[in-house]
């Protein structure tokens, strides 16, 4: 399978707790693009990393979220003490290294805080 | 960014064509214009793009206006498998991140 994967699709935590995400894009995709999701809207950017290096970042990722990429392959995104407003479908995606080219995305995690 | 305007829902019968507009006053010059779908628990995926001119693909085709202010998208026979949320995303080619700023869509119903 040549996609985007996205690990776990789905989790259940308790608030308060740390959770963890995990990226794979496709091979080769230099660009790297995490985004949550909730009911009935859009999905909504949070980060953006090219290679390794974590070039943006929207003012939704509070200091709770880190993602990382190290090696510019897989990519991982953490949320330290959750919070029910945390509860989302999390959507990854990636694209070659080309303006304006198709972004692949992943089928997401879905996170339910309780 | 630019902002779009689409409904919020539309419906269509199978077998017909389904013409989905968008409209984009505040685009920039250099933006594209990207639509994506969204299939029901999966994530979105690339339908068609494009600048100026019309755009045809194997999924659908793209008409923009002269002044591009505004585009439709056509499906030219809508199938069950179509029903989806289409969002509208004008893309900056301006920065770095070339990232895609989603809307809340058009959600298509499609009637058999």
């Known amino acids: 399978d040549t996609g985007v994967s996205q690990d776990p699709r789905h989790k259940i935590t308790k608030r308060g707790q740390n959770v963890t995400f995990r990226c794979d894009p496709i091979?080769?995709?230099?660009?790297l693009y995490w985004y949550r999701q909730t009911l009935g809207q859009g999905p909504e950017f949070l980060t953006y990393f090219q290679n390794e290096a974590q070039l943006e970042k929207s003012r939704l990722l509070s200091d709770r979220f880190s993602a990382e990429r190290p090696k510019g392959s897989f990519s991982t995104l953490e949320i330290q003490r959750t919070e029910q407003g945390d509860s989302a479908m999390y959507l990854c995606?990636?694209?070659?290294?080309?303006?304006?080219?198709?972004?692949?995305f992943g089928q997401g995690t879905r996170l339910t805080v309780v | 960014d630019a902002k779009t305007t689409q409904p919020n829902s539309m419906e269509s019968n199978e077998e017909e064509p389904v013409h989905l507009p968008c409209n984009h006053s505040t685009i920039s010059g250099t933006d594209y214009i990207h639509w994506y779908r969204q299939l029901p628990s999966q994530g979105p995926e690339y339908v068609i793009h494009?600048?100026?001119s019309n755009v045809n693909n194997r999924m659908a085709s793209l008409a923009i206006a002269e002044d591009r202010k505004s585009s439709t998208l056509i499906l030219h026979r809508a199938t069950l498998r179509d029903a989806a949320v289409y969002y509208c995303i004008p893309r900056t080619v301006r920065g770095a991140t070339n990232k895609l700023i989603f809307g809340t869509g058009t959600l298509l119903a499609v009637q058999p």
């Open positions: 995606a990636s694209s070659p290294d080309r303006v304006n080219t198709e972004a692949f």
């Open positions: 091979s080769e995709h230099n660009r």
């Open positions: 494009g600048l100026t």
